[in-house]
Nanobody, 129 residues
Framework: QVHLVESGGDSVQAGGSLRLSCVAS????????MAWFRQVPGKEREGVAV???????FYSDSVKGRFTISQEHAKNTVYLQMNTLKPEDSAMYYC???????????????????????WGQGTQVTVSS
């Protein structure tokens, strides 16, 4: 199986930056697509960013231009660089993995929660105004 461990969550001021990390272990064929989701109490978990092993990336409209997803294959680590943070970015951020590849180019196709077989425990991000 695949294990995912997130880190880097913290409390920051609006306009600040933060970098989250997701360290993966286990079957690499089960994590062809890696993603960051986020969730606040009382709301549905929503997709933030996706990166395929080959390097293709996708972002939700709410974070595009501010967040950047990247990976270091040698460290089995996926990052989420978050810049110009807003209070509405406050959430528990989760790392997820799947072997399923989707050909759709629109970002919505990449954030189907049922696609993802493995999830981390989450790391909390709090942005104060």
């Amino acid at each position: 199986q695949v294990h995912l461990v997130e880190s880097g969550g913290d409390s920051v001021q609006a306009g600040g930056s933060l970098r989250l990390s997701c360290v993966a272990s286990g079957n690499s064929d089960s994590r062809i697509r890696m993603a960051w989701f986020r969730q606040v109490p009382g709301k549905e978990r929503e997709g933030v960013a996706v990166i395929y092993r080959r390097g293709d990336t996708f972002y939700s409209d709410s974070v595009k231009g501010r967040f950047t997803i990247s990976q270091e294959h040698a460290k089995n680590t996926v990052y989420l660089q978050m810049n110009t943070l807003k209070p509405e970015d406050s959430a528990m951020y989760y790392c997820a993995a799947t072997s399923l590849v989707r050909a759709g180019t629109d970002w919505q196709w990449q954030f189907i929660k049922a696609d993802y077989s493995y999830w981390g425990q989450g790391t909390q991000v709090t942005v104060s105004s």
